[in-house]
């Protein structure tokens, strides 16, 4: 007998979709069955055909949590997961106080955060210039992977220069550890804001313009280089164009372990929604133009960008205001941990007509495979935790400000509209989120290590 089935469910794999009944034990799937075999269970769920996607992971989100909880915290922060079919987050070291740099403040977040989570999460660790020699306590601890600057970076971070980088990856390489860059070159961003700043009036075109993407290629460039001669594991964050992926893709194709991440912002939206929406769609890397945006869907299809996150980056209204902090000066960052799955499914297969599947793979099986949770996270099989998702093809929605379980009900992509909604969210084999709502208990996420 088992605790729970999934009745007439469409799977969604990477590589196919096809019909079963998804069967539960103790947390796990324990059996995938065709739909004529009866089962037996505690509780039966009858998907009615809707599809059922392996829980998303977040590979990329900001909860703030602890130290700037004005902004997000783990209980709405992970909410919003629950309710948008994210059953992991991979959450960030810097927008917390302090910043996840040594063993120590590792404990002290999970003991902070753990009895507010409604699902799991990983944490990345932090690489500053000053932590080099804790990050083998780190990686010891259950960090994920590594999260540097090489271009500006708040300031209750710092960012590493590329000697920095070279030492950091050579230890992060003596136990196999990943690091993940923000990849916008320091001198070029610096050097543009300080001419648009000699301007009389500043508008939004020179906010992106004092980053373009020569930016972007040349740091990734620089870690591709390093990685490929320290031998040490990468991952570039953030991807926003599709010649930066390009890059991506030729270093993979001669060997270098890298792994492409893109958000959902990059798949959506253009650099005309920041020049005629202002500071809610200011971001870092900024958007780019209509064409980038069709293009990177080819770089998330090929797998060249085999991680889909949200890079949730909230902020309190105030800090967006263009008024008290000028277009330079007000917060950069999109909140969307909520709605990145649903987005992705409109924009991409609805909209632009590609297979579920693909999702399956940025959403899951890619981001497990990158910090190494695949076997526990990231898909549908025997053995594997129970996250699954529910999502209805054909159910329309409109993204409202109080929809959003964020501390701050503020988003980019407040008004977008679109097709396609998960419905259902389960935690190893509990239901955290239906139709909107939380129904799940605080405290229930569990803190992920890798598997090793
Ligand atoms: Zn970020």
Redesign the pocket.
């Known amino acids: 007998m088992f605790d729970l089935v999934l009745k007439n469910s469409k799977i969604v794999t990477p590589d196919r979709i096809y019909e079963g009944n998804i069967c539960v034990k103790d947390g796990t799937i324990s059996a995938i069955t065709s739909l004529s075999q009866e089962v037996e269970a505690v509780e039966v769920v009858d998907v009615g055909g809707k599809l059922v996607f392996p829980g998303a992971i977040d590979t990329?989100a900001?909860l703030n949590d602890p130290g700037y909880n004005w902004r997000e915290d783990y209980e709405h922060g992970t909410a919003a997961a629950a309710v948008g079919g994210i059953t992991t987050v991979v959450d960030?070291p810097l927008q917390n106080d302090p910043a996840l740099t040594d063993g120590k403040i590792f404990d002290v977040k999970v003991e902070k955060v753990s009895p507010n989570a409604y699902v799991d999460y990983c944490f990345w660790g932090g690489l500053v210039d000053y932590n080099l020699n804790n990050l083998i306590e780190l990686d010891d601890k259950g960090c994920v992977a590594f999260k540097s600057f090489i271009g500006p970076v708040s300031p209750d971070y710092v960012s590493l220069t590329i000697g920095q980088v070279r030492e950091a990856l050579e230890i992060l390489k003596t136990v196999d550890a990943r690091a993940g860059f923000?990849c916008e070159d320091y001198s070029i961003i610096k050097w543009e804001e300080s001419r648009a700043q000699r301007k009389e009036s500043i508008t939004w075109e020179d906010f992106l313009n004092s980053r373009p993407l020569i930016a972007e290629i040349i740091a990734t460039k620089n870690i591709l280089d390093l990685a490929r001669e320290t031998g040490a594991k990468v991952h570039i964050?953030?991807v926003s164009h599709p010649d930066v992926a390009e890059e991506i893709k030729k270093a993979k194709q001669e060997g270098i372990d890298v792994i492409g991440e893109t958000c959902s912002h990059y798949l959506t939206f253009s650099r005309e929604d920041v020049i005629s929406k202002g500071s809610l769609f200011k971001c870092a890397p900024p958007l780019r133009e209509k064409e980038a945006v069709e293009k990177m869907w080819e770089y998330v299809e090929d797998g060249t960008l085999s991680c889909l996150s949200s890079?949730h980056?909230p902020s309190a209204l105030e800090e967006k205001s263009e008024e008290d902090h000028g277009i330079f000066g007000a917060w950069g960052g999109i909140s969307g941990i909520q709605n990145v799955f649903q987005v992705a499914f409109s924009e991409g297969v609805v909209k632009r007509g590609y297979s579920p599947t693909i999702l399956a793979r940025s959403l899951s099986e890619g981001p497990a495979k990158a910090f190494e949770l695949y076997g526990k996270k990231g898909a549908i099989e025997v053995g594997f935790d129970a996250d699954l998702v529910v999502l209805d093809p054909e159910k329309e929605w409109e993204i409202t400000p109080d929809s959003l379980k964020y501390v701050n009900k503020i988003s980019a992509f407040v008004g977008l509209k679109g097709k396609g909604l998960p419905v259902m969210t389960f935690v190893r084999g509990n239901v955290v989120a239906k139709n909107n709502e939380v129904i799940g208990s605080k405290g229930f996420g569990e803190l992920v290590k890798k598997i090793k």
């Open positions: 990329h900001h960030m923000h964050c953030h890079d980056s």
